[in-house]
């Protein structure tokens, strides 16, 4: 029998990293520019968390723009919104504001609120010597379930007429204050888990109980699930426009000539519109979603590799667009069944005779796997079975009686690179 030298890889699969979409994770964004239609405001994070616009007007955001930003009066004008999102024990405000007058002495201008109207809610405001004459400038606060509250605040009278990047978050553990993408100011006073109430609605320029009207503009509002890193609040101070759309198509996977169907694992951010192509003749069971089901066609069973692509058209002016693309590797099909790295991890690894070898990877799914061998260094085929399926990610094989020694991983006559250690 011919030998297999294991000490010569060559790589078939590339290795997949998980996408880090950070500044992307938002559950609500309003860039106002080309995201407004009549009187709603269109929010593209993909949660479909939409605005209802009372009395407001558009005007120039911080480029000078025209109908980029929008203008409130301190009146009237206000941002309703539902929230059926917005009630998790950390999150961040984040937006550009301009600020036409400070509010009188004593009082405050409430630029986002969400809560109920008796009096529970979070909510950032600019302040003028509000409440006993203890808070100026920026102030972020909420309460909690005993009815007390927390804020941060940055006792600074805020600027007029001038637009400033206003970042506001808290946890069950302290609550911050960025200004202009820099960390500014922190409390860790009375800070509980957040509470929203019952049946919380959400307000961006006025309080949700419709007090306290916001004079001034703002531009790229953003509210988040989490607590923001330095570096993303840094990317959100100097982005400028609407980021393009964020896609990932998921991870490559294998088939045989026995798959019916693959669940693809894409995911894809700040898109207007999302399509799935294939090089092969298989079909999606609907080409305009993040994670359609591929159906293969007998082209693609017979083909060593299809190649599946994710596009996505972004909010921006020019409608760019960003594709991604992911691989069907039929390992059975290629020439010289080469050795590849599935980015697997094996476990125990050294393994106890006897024992149970559970095989991961986080590049490819594993459920659809028919066959695996362990493979002496004589290139003699000392275990081969249908594995155990746990998951899509996870599989596992059974030793028992394998002797003491060192054995390749093959899976589907596809060798890994993978070195076996039984003691």
């Not at 004008?77 to 004593?106: H, R, V």
Request: negative net charge.
């Amino acid at each position: 029998m011919k030998k297999i030298y294991i000490t010569l890889l060559m790589v078939l699969v590339s290795l997949v990293s998980e996408a880090q979409y950070g500044i992307y994770e938002m559950i609500l964004y309003y860039p106002i520019e080309n995201a407004v239609s009549g009187d709603t405001v269109i929010d593209i994070s993909g949660h479909n968390n939409f605005g209802i616009m009372h009395n407001v007007e558009l005007t120039t955001d911080r480029f000078g723009n025209k109908n980029s930003a929008i203008s409130f009066n301190g009146i009237d004008s206000y941002i309703s919104m539902s929230c059926p999102d917005f009630s998790q024990p950390e999150y961040c405000y984040s937006l550009w504001a301009k600020i036409y007058t400070n509010p009188p002495y004593g009082e405050s201008d409430v630029l986002i609120s969400i809560g109920t109207d008796y009096g529970i809610d979070h909510f950032l405001m600019n302040t003028n010597h509000y409440s006993l004459n203890d808070h100026v400038g920026w102030l972020g606060g909420g309460y909690h379930a005993d009815q007390t509250h927390a804020i941060v605040r940055t006792q600074i009278p805020s600027i007029e007429n001038e637009w400033v990047l206003v970042t506001y978050f808290r946890d069950s553990e302290m609550l911050k204050i960025y200004i202009n993408g820099d960390y500014f100011v922190v409390s860790e006073e009375n800070v509980q888990t957040p509470y929203f109430g019952d049946d919380f609605v959400g307000n961006i320029g006025r309080r949700v109980n419709g007090t306290q009207y916001y004079l001034g503009a703002m531009d790229d509002i953003r509210i988040y699930e989490k607590m923001l890193d330095t570096s993303d609040i840094m990317d959100i101070y100097l982005q400028e426009g609407i980021p393009v759309p964020l896609v990932d198509a998921g991870n490559n996977q294998i088939i045989s000539s026995s798959t019916s169907e693959i669940q693809i694992t894409g995911s894809a951010r700040l898109f207007k519109s999302l399509s799935w192509k294939t090089t092969g003749d298989g079909t999606f069971s609907d080409t305009t979603v993040e994670a359609p089901i591929y159906f293969p066609g007998i082209n693609d069973m017979n083909s060593s590799e299809t190649i599946l692509t994710m596009n996505c058209t972004g909010y921006s002016e020019n409608d760019e667009s960003i594709s991604d693309t992911i691989k069907l590797i039929n390992p059975t099909l290629v020439p010289d069944q080469l050795l590849f790295n599935a980015n697997l991890s094996v476990f125990p690894n050294p393994l106890t005779r006897d024992k149970s070898l559970t095989i991961e990877s986080k590049s490819i799914t594993l459920s659809t796997i028919q066959e695996v061998k362990l493979i002496n260094i004589f290139g003699q085929t000392v275990i081969e079975q249908i594995p155990m399926i746990s998951n899509e990610n996870t599989i596992s094989i059974s030793c028992i009686s394998v002797k003491p020694g060192i054995y390749c991983l093959v899976i589907d006559s596809f060798m890994t690179n993978k070195k076996i250690i039984i003691n």
